[in-house]
């Protein structure tokens, strides 16, 4: 069974939309929404693990902000998870697939990865050396881009299109919480476990807040093993390897051509860069703290007092408005406030070491990205055909990431050449293309819809 197409997708009825405002806020308590909570928890728990927090603590260890960019192509490997989905898709994994089913089996395998990769970043010090630390964080970055291909498929799967806004802003709601934990909460971690008075770079302490971050995949794990698996499709059987690699490797991409045809374009154009100024900007945020001279305590204070707080109102307000009032506007009011936001970074270069200051941008910078990430996974899944689910997102979440992390790659070269206001000021300008697609791709779908 296909997933309806654009016309019909979340939630584009009149009558999704009338639903009274008691029975749209029911969905936040359903079980399928609250196992996606604890899921979108280990799905954004490793992100900053690899690139945000790993750049606070290469920065602290003394590494440039130019190698610190490059590294930041870690990340890419989210980038490139389309080309293993259609494994994770369609490949059983014995004994696990038998004992769990085929999307717990691979979100299992893939946790447990996670984990291992965390442990050994947590083992490495970065001023002996930084290719060991770098094969971890690669292994962490690919153990979770396989979590979040089936993860994806997951949350797609278990339940029906008029509720995946509701399930996309529990998802973005977990991610958050994990981000902030993974941001803020390891510098506590690391600030409270570093020696009084010996200053300057403790990798002891580092590698305390790394265990307790590998520590906190439980909360995953355990969501894994206590959740129900989606109800198993059944699929045609392939008669021969060729016709195997057909379903697997080539149907899911030609599906989604099928469907769309000429918006098949520009639907990828604009997942492409969507969130281009977010994550470009993003690589340098933490560096930026740490040469501003903010401490571990005061980023993390911060970020988990106001941040979080702000992360969850914009990821309810995104979904609450998506389903209310159609993904579209809601995209288009994300991609606003997200390019808006990062002037304020380039206000805030100017005050220096200012708290307030910070306090107000980070608040800001987190709504805003709660409710551009709401409305984006709503989106992202509302073009999926559920026979190709896992592939399809991952399809989509990849291209979300190629160019924006290629770009972030050379931040810190841009940094280190112009200035963090000229920085910020520059991401921002990138968010005026966005603006543009957005619009036509609204237009498009609007054209497609049936005339009553």
Known sequence: ??????EQTLPASEEDRKLPWRDTLKVYLEPATLRMLALGFSAGLPLLLVLGTLSFRLREAGIDRTTIGYLSWVGLAYAFKWVWAPLVDRLPLPPLTTLLGRRRGWLLLAQGIVITGL??????????????LIWCALLVAFGSATQDIALDAFRIESAETRKQAALAAAYQTGYRLAM???????????????VSGSGGYQNAAWRTAYLVMAASMAVGVLTVLLSPEPARRVLAKPKNAAEWLQSVLVEPFADFIRRYKWQAALILALIAIYRISDVVMGIMANPFYVDMGFTKDEVATVSKIFGVIMTLVGAFVGGVLSMRFGVMRVLMLGAVLSAASNLL????????????????????????????????????????????SATQYALFSS????????????????VDAYGYGTFFTATALLG?????????????????????
């Open 180 to 194: 902030i934990w993974a941001g803020a909460g390891v510098l506590w971690v690391a600030a409270w476990a570093e």
């Open 399 to 414: 291209m979300m990431l190629l160019l924006p992390k290629f770009i972030a790659g050379y931040s810190g070269a841009f």
């Open 345 to 388: 970074f380039a206000w805030l270069a100017t005050r220096g070491h200012d708290l307030t200051a910070l306090v107000a941008v980070v608040s800001a910078d987190n709504l805003a990205g709660g409710i551009a990430s709401a409305a984006f996974i709503a989106y992202l899944s509302s073009l999926t055909n559920i026979n190709y």
């Open 1 to 6: 069974m296909s997933l309806p197409t654009a």
């Open 432 to 452: 005026v293309p966005v603006l543009l697609l957005v619009a036509l791709a609204a237009r498009a779908r609007q054209a497609s819809e049936p005339r009553s």
């Open 119 to 132: 442990i050994g970043m947590a083992m490495n010090d970065p001023r002996a050396g930084l290719h060991p």
